[in-house]
């Protein structure tokens, strides 16, 4: 029996998938029309247990642009879950309705054990701190697109380094792709877990990495600038997010010590992260990233569904 494929992690993909998932997602990008029907009679099963706006729609979006179909909630109160359902119940019924489930759950390792359970591809669309492999794609075509490489590049992380899965999840797979350094810029409370440290370390001690407590000292030398939202959901007391909320505002003015070609990113939602002023300045890219986001997600769809530039036969 064929065994199916899954996205949990990045680790997932290898790096030759990866660039070739970012190369289908540039292709799709210019030329949806070829990929419009690559989908048809197939159904997305969109399981959100936790709130979003960009990922759950890029899905939808990708999936109805290829022709397919979704069904789903992005409320799990309106689920089964809600009367006490285990996941692994819910996972089993939903491969009889549909051929793709992507799920969002507020714990780690949610859709990991959904997997377990079932004979269709589960695509981890973000579990607690821990991973969002779909961001990270997002976040390579965008850095691909507008740098025209993944390599070599001085990459500042900015913000909830702690409990950030999106920070997670980039971090480890640029390292992949000989980033010359990361700089780490966060209040001590949030700063990036011991083990992903340690992990990068180990594995990439040619990469520099810079640990610093304010975007000022570091700005002049960033390549992308990668802001992140403190993520007030993980914390367990409402005063320790109060003191830290507001810890990093990007503006204008800090933004004239950067490069002429810095990128800035950010997954979104932005909260008080960047300032409005930054909107109309080039360097910011973060609503064209959430625009790449559809297509990334149309390549990866294809590919695990191994439709369009991934049929078989
Ligand atoms: C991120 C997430 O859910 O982790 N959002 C997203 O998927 N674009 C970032 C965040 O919520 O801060």
Redesign the pocket.
């Known amino acids: 029996m064929k065994t199916v494929r899954h996205l949990i992690e990045p680790a997932d993909l290898n790096n030759e998938e990866i660039l070739d998932l970012i190369e289908v997602g540039k292709k799709i990008y210019e030329q949806p029309g070829n990929y419009a029907h690559a989908c048809q009679g197939k159904i997305l099963a969109s399981l959100f247990f936790e709130p979003?706006t960009?990922?759950k729609f890029s899905f939808d979006s990708a999936m109805m642009r290829l022709g397919g179909n979704v069904i789903g909630f992005a409320d799990a109160n309106t689920s089964s879950a809600k009367k006490g359902e285990s996941l692994s119940d819910t996972t089993r019924v939903m491969n009889f309705y549909s051929d793709l489930i992507v799920m969002r759950h507020p714990k780690e390792g949610a859709p990991k054990l959904a997997s377990e359970y079932s004979d269709i591809p589960v695509i981890n669309a973000?579990d607690g701190g821990h991973n969002?492999p779909t961001?990270t794609l997002t976040d390579l075509l965008t850095i691909s697109y507008y740098k025209k490489t993944l390599e070599n590049h001085t990459i500042a992380f900015v913000g909830d380094l702690k409990y950030?899965?999106?920070v997670h999840s980039l971090i480890k797979t640029l390292a992949r792709f000989n980033t010359k350094k990361f700089i780490l810029v966060s209040p001590d409370e949030l700063k990036l877990p011991k083990f992903i440290l340690d992990y990068l370390k180990e594995n990439y001690p040619e990469i520099e990495i810079q640990e610093a407590r304010y975007l000022e000292d570091v700005i002049t030398e960033t390549d992308i600038l990668y802001m992140?939202?403190i993520?007030k959901e993980r914390f367990f007391n409402e005063a320790d997010y109060l003191k830290l909320k507001d810890s990093f505002l990007l503006n204008k003015k800090k933004m004239v010590k950067a490069k002429p070609d810095c990128i800035v990113m950010h997954?979104?939602?932005r909260v008080n992260e960047i300032s409005y002023d930054m909107d109309d300045d080039p360097r910011s890219i973060y609503f064209e990233q959430s625009k790449l986001g559809v297509y990334i997600r149309m390549a990866l769809i294809t590919l695990l569904m191994e439709v369009g530039d991934y049929a078989t036969c």
């Open positions: 979003s960009r990922t973000g969002h961001q950030g899965r999106t992140t939202r993520q997954p979104l939602p």
